[in-house]
């Protein structure tokens, strides 16, 4: 009895040395606690800074986003261009408009120019109070200043009244001397059946040929030689004609030109004779 009590002591005295120093040997795995919001460690060779700016570049490629600076930038870029452009283009249209008023005025005074020179004769600088030319190598067909009564060119006839040609010029003329425009040779004379009635032609200088229609008075025969200011006929109504006047006509190797413009270019051409003498 003694000996069961005493191993029953035995074994409760085991078991309670094992209880209470085996908690202290036994091995307990120790959780890993659970980190929120813990700032991440970066590596110090710097690959996660390329890493996130190739990915913003990437994204920005994607997407094109700019910031408000940049955007700013560029409104305010764009706007500069846009005045300077308009700026330039407001110059540049207001010097085109100069230049094409300039050119418009250039046009006119051409015109009004020769309009002039095609319609009125020239005063010569060397005549004298009685209307006789000193030095000179021309005159005009009538001694009075020359008044044009009909132009040269498309003209509704006085007569038939249906437009043609007219092929020279009608000179007020009542029954006034007619005189020869340079030296040259009488070739015609005689009645135009035409209507021109009375009439005599002169050529000068085997490229000239001046005719003088509706005379009442012929002074020289075909073949006479004539000067300059030779009077060579009268004025008149002879032909189809309304009333008195000189009908004036000019060739130029055979064809009709303006005989305004003609006597223009003699009264020019005498000017530079005369100064050319006088020098």
Known sequence: MKSLTKYCFITLFFSFHCFVYGQFNTLIPIQPKKTENLPIVEKTDGT???????????????????????????????????????????????????????????????????????????????????????????????????????????????????????NGIDLKAHYENVCAVMDGMVIATGWDPNGGGNYIKVKHYNRFETSYLHLSEIYYRTGDPVKAGFIIAKSGNSGNSTGAHLH???????????????????????HWLVASYQN
């Open 48 to 166: 996660k800074d390329l890493k996130q700016k190739s990915d913003k570049k990437f994204w920005k490629a994607i997407f094109n986003t700019t910031s408000k600076v940049d955007l700013k930038k560029e409104l305010d870029s764009l706007k500069t261009m846009i005045k300077e452009t308009s700026e330039k283009n407001d110059k540049k249209l207001r010097m085109q408009k100069i230049r094409d008023s300039l050119i418009l005025q250039l046009q006119s005074q051409v015109i009004i120019n020769e309009q002039k020179r095609t319609t009125s004769i020239t005063r010569n600088e060397y005549e004298n109070e009685t209307g006789e030319f000193k030095f000179s190598k021309i005159a005009m067909p009538v001694s009075r200043p020359i008044s044009l009564t009909s132009p040269y060119g498309m003209r509704q006839h006085p007569i038939v009244g249906t437009a043609r040609i007219h």
């Open 248 to 270: 004036f006509a000019v060739r130029e190797n055979g064809k009709y030109i303006n005989p305004i413009r003609f006597l223009n270019d003699l009264i020019e051409a005498d």
